[in-house]
């Protein structure tokens, strides 16, 4: 995968609540969460990939950008080759 290829990420991430709820219930229902993110590589190192969602190309600005562990991930699909 190279710098700005366009693609999906697959990957786990932690899930939390900050409220009082009955541990019986909370054991039930609180489970890990799968997600996909969608956007161009801004870095694919060692331990983690960088992603932006939206590229501003006259000036170079990135925003929506997540920093996803490896660990995590599950499966990436190239969507686009860079040019």
């Not at 801004?42 to 000036?59: F, H, K, M, P, R």
């Amino acid at each position: 995968m190279a710098e700005r290829d366009i693609v999906m990420v697959e990957w786990t991430d932690c899930n939390s609540q900050s409220r009082w709820s009955d541990r019986a219930y909370t054991k039930k229902t609180l489970r890990l969460g799968h997600c996909r993110t969608f956007g161009e590589v801004l870095d694919d190192a060692e331990d983690y990939i960088t992603v932006a969602g939206s590229v501003d190309d006259t000036n170079d600005n990135v925003n929506s950008v997540c920093c996803i562990p490896k660990s995590a991930i599950q499966n990436v699909t190239v969507l686009k080759k860079a040019e």
